[in-house]
């Protein structure tokens, strides 16, 4: 089986990252890590990736006059480590649309939200101001308009009576560490695909095409129905 070389942009804690190099130790996984990139020197991730020996390149983007070459240096270390994907994990860096063009249809985004709902920042405290009752994440193409792109997936988790933002968010995180390399999965094995600005999937990749989450939970004769 071909891997697809993918190389991860982080810019912090790195749980999504470290989700995707332990899905790449599956035998059958169709992608392997090139190369970790972070833009702040300080991203806990940079240790992490190193710790399960797979390497890392610190690109400051405080070094850089402007987003132009700040980003034209991210394509020679990304081109250089021989990655054909991005999987962008937490990096929190507006891009150029020349950097969005040059992978566009191999680049994807996780977002704690179910998009095309809370795109930004505070996510889960925007949620929870709004009482919604289900959130969750998106993977999804990367294109110009942040979170805007195509949607490859999406994992919903439900609101609980007496959320915080920062419970919340470890109910959403929980849900991205099976959503992001799932994602990644359907891409590099290339079940899925980006088309005339749409996704396109193969029909036989749905798992279960009755899941489906209520919060709250319906009442037991409801369920069954
Ligand atoms: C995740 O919630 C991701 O969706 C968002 O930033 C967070 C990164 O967390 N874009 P981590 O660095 O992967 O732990």
Same mark, same amino acid.
């Given at each position: 089986?071909?891997?697809?070389?993918?190389?991860?942009?982080?810019?912090?804690?790195?749980?999504?990252?470290?989700?995707?190099?332990?899905?790449?130790?599956?035998?059958?996984?169709?992608?392997? #890590?090139? /190369?970790?990139?972070?833009?702040? =020197?300080?991203?806990? +991730? $940079?240790?992490?990736? *190193?710790?399960?020996?797979?390497?890392?390149?610190?690109?400051?983007?405080?070094?850089?006059?402007?987003?132009?070459?700040?980003?034209?240096?991210?394509?020679?270390?990304?081109?250089?480590?021989?990655?054909?994907?991005?999987?962008?994990?937490?990096?929190?860096?507006?891009?150029?649309?020349?950097?969005?063009?040059?992978?566009?249809?191999?680049? #994807?985004? /996780?977002?704690?939200?179910?998009? =095309?709902?809370?795109? +930004? $920042?505070?996510?889960? *405290?925007?949620?929870?101001?709004?009482?919604?009752?289900?959130?969750?994440?998106?993977?999804?193409?990367?294109?110009?308009?942040?979170?805007?792109?195509?949607?490859?997936?999406?994992?919903?988790?439900?609101?609980?009576?007496?959320?915080?933002?920062?419970?919340?968010?470890?109910?959403?995180?929980?849900?991205?560490?099976?959503?992001?390399?799932?994602?990644?999965?359907?891409?590099?094995?290339?079940?899925?695909?980006?088309?005339?600005?749409?996704?396109?999937?193969?029909?036989?990749?749905?798992?279960?095409?009755?899941?489906?989450?209520?919060?709250?939970?319906?009442?037991?004769?409801?369920?069954?129905?």
């Amino acid at each position: 089986m071909k891997r697809r070389p993918v190389a991860i942009l982080i810019s912090g804690r790195g749980s999504n990252m470290a989700a995707l190099i332990a899905a790449t130790q599956r035998q059958d996984y169709p992608a392997s #890590i090139a /190369i970790v990139i972070s833009n702040r =020197p300080e991203a806990p +991730g $940079l240790e992490r990736a *190193a710790a399960e020996g797979v390497a890392t390149a610190v690109l400051d983007h405080r070094s850089f006059a402007d987003r132009s070459r700040f980003d034209s240096e991210l394509r020679k270390l990304i081109d250089g480590s021989g990655a054909e994907l991005v999987a962008c994990a937490g990096y929190m860096r507006i891009m150029t649309p020349q950097f969005v063009e040059a992978y566009a249809g191999r680049m #994807i985004n /996780i977002h704690p939200a179910l998009l =095309p709902l809370y795109k +930004g $920042l505070d996510t889960h *405290a925007r949620a929870l101001a709004d009482g919604v009752r289900i959130h969750g994440c998106t993977v999804h193409f990367v294109t110009t308009e942040i979170d805007s792109g195509p949607i490859i997936a999406q994992a919903a988790v439900p609101v609980m009576p007496g959320d915080t933002p920062l419970t919340l968010a470890a109910r959403v995180n929980a849900a991205e560490l099976r959503l992001f390399p799932a994602a990644l999965e359907q891409v590099a094995a290339g079940h899925v695909r980006l088309e005339n600005g749409r996704v396109v999937a193969r029909n036989g990749d749905i798992v279960d095409p009755l899941a489906r989450l209520f919060s709250p939970p319906l009442p037991e004769e409801l369920a069954k129905s």
